[in-house]
């Protein structure tokens, strides 16, 4: 069932029900039981402002904690109790890759957005996406998204990823001393802060390209305001022999 979303809550301080609805623990359990469902996490959360308000703090937090334990432990592990741009911004970029519009931020293709089951995300990995003198940032980031067979663009992939603590990391104070600037227009698709272009930046090394497995120069991936991050790529085709691997 698909909820359009209401902007007058029917749950504020001057409607009497609020005498009457669910708790917060109510609520609780209820998606615990239902591991953390995201598409009734959204489904919930557009019902009024304050089932969108009891989503934004305490379910899309527990979908995060619940999907990816580890880098969730490790992104709150700074002192802080949320992170940058929100829960709900997070629990989308754990699951939503964002494709790309004609005319927008890569400009040269059209691939809708989509949801994905599962996607694994390295901390590892996130180092080759970082020059050295930043490599003490923490950075994770996806396993590409494989969109094969693009026309002329070949096989497109699109990655995904989120720096710990960016507002403090030494990515953000490179890209503000060498005056990057902020894309006019664009937003991010996850938390709509403005986004910075780390290839105008010239801040994307070599090693990113060898760890997407993609051709020289043919990487692209912005930053926004709150540290999330979305890239694309073109892919290597496979050898010969790398196919007959997999086979």
């Known amino acids: 069932m698909i909820l359009s979303k209401q902007y007058r809550c029917i749950h504020s301080t001057s409607c009497s029900c609020t005498k009457g609805h669910l708790d917060e623990d109510v609520i609780f359990l209820i998606f615990q039981t239902l591991n953390w469902n995201p598409k009734l996490i959204a489904a919930f959360s557009c019902a009024c402002k304050w089932f969108d308000d009891v989503a934004k703090r305490v379910l899309w937090k527990e979908f995060c904690r619940a999907r990816a334990p580890k880098m969730m432990l490790d992104l709150q592990s700074s002192g802080s109790h949320s ?7 997070l629990g989308k970029l ?3 890759c964002s494709g790309s519009a004609k005319g927008g931020l890569f400009n040269s293709i059209h691939i809708p957005g989509h949801f994905v089951y599962r996607t694994r995300f390295s901390r590892t990995s996130g180092k080759s996406f970082l020059l050295p003198q930043c490599r003490s940032d923490v950075l994770y980031v996806s396993d590409p998204c494989e969109h094969l067979d693009q026309g002329e663009e070949g096989d497109v ?3 995904r990823g989120i720096f ?3 507002a403090m990391s030494k990515v953000r104070r490179m890209l503000i001393s060498r005056g990057a600037e902020l894309h006019p227009t664009e937003v991010c698709p996850y938390c709509k802060a403005k986004l910075w272009n780390m290839l105008q930046a010239k801040m994307i090394p070599q090693s990113a390209t060898c760890r997407l497995g993609a051709y020289e120069d043919c990487i692209e991936y912005y930053v926004c305001l709150n540290g999330h991050v979305l890239g694309i790529c073109t892919l290597l085709p496979l050898s010969d022999s790398e196919a007959s691997d997999l086979d």
Do not use: C
């Open 83 to 89: 992170v940058d741009g929100n829960w709900r911004a």
């Open 94 to 96: 754990l699951i939503y």
């Open 157 to 159: 992939g699109f990655f």
């Open 164 to 166: 710990k603590s960016f």
